[in-house]
């Protein structure tokens, strides 16, 4: 299973669904790997310890190699590198992601990372792409790449209106690129439920007809502290009401995907 996390407003929690459903898998015992796509590199800091611009082998080396093909090139292995926790890997994100997009356009590399994902999906139980805030190659490049597709979105009316561009830019992809991605679910973030304007805001989705998945994930200065120890919650708070949402959330994901 491949899962890209995609929004493009920034700040709706892409990186922290990411990570901590990615190590909820990893908890489970399932081989998991997260793809940074994004070149602030927060999902590799977060999962990793160090930030991404120390590991020599990242993913700016990947597509760099990309463009330069030789019969002496690294296998995508050669880019992972293992977390402090079982069972979770990471392939780093890099800065020199930004100045490598408009040679990898030109070049016409747009489905080189479904292909290489599509590799290691052998060797991986789950795959999460975490991604920027932006429809740029890479984000493009995940949703060709992926098979599932989880949108944050965080309960204002700004986000609201993003979300039916980002849903808008998803069928396209479907419909020119991938008609195997799915939208898996609209993850509710930052939910209030004594407040009146989020429940509004997410009753409308639902109306809507929009795949708004049950579980809401509240905010908390936990996770805060997650993110300053460069711990994922199920580790570092595992008794914490937020980790248990997660854990409801990944379970509630991997029952969808074992009905269809």
Do not use: W
Not at 79 to 96: N, Q
């Amino acid at each position: 299973m491949k899962r890209v996390v995609f929004n493009l407003k920034g700040g709706v929690g892409k990186t922290s669904i990411t990570c901590n459903l990615a190590a909820v898998s990893a908890k489970e015992k399932l081989k998991t790997l997260v793809v940074d796509l994004d070149p602030q590199g927060n999902s590799s800091h977060y999962l990793l310890g160090k930030p991404a611009s120390e590991y020599q082998a990242n993913l700016a080396g990947f597509f760099e190699q990309v463009l330069s093909f030789s019969v002496f090139s690294r296998k995508p292995e050669d880019f992972i590198h293992p977390t402090p926790f079982e069972c979770l890997d990471v392939m780093p994100s890099s800065p020199e992601l930004n100045y490598l997009e408009h040679k990898l356009v030109a070049k016409h590399k747009i489905y080189k990372l479904k292909s290489t994902l599509s590799r290691l999906a052998n060797q991986y139980d789950r795959i999460y792409i975490d991604t920027a805030p932006a429809l740029n190659f890479y984000t493009h490049s995940a949703l060709i790449a992926a098979n599932r597709c989880l949108v944050p979105f965080d309960c204002d009316d700004f986000s609201r209106q993003a979300l039916y561009t980002v849903l808008g830019e998803i069928q396209e992809i479907q419909e020119d690129h991938n008609r195997d991605l799915r939208v898996e679910g609209i993850i509710v973030n930052q939910f209030d439920a004594r407040a009146k304007l989020p429940t509004e805001l997410v009753n409308t989705l639902i109306e809507e007809g929009l795949p708004v998945v049950s579980t809401h994930l509240s905010s908390s200065v936990i996770m805060r502290e997650s993110h300053q120890l460069r711990t994922p919650l199920v580790d570092f708070a595992p008794k914490h009401a937020l980790t248990i949402k997660f854990r409801q959330l990944h379970r509630s994901l991997d029952k969808e995907e074992a009905l269809t």
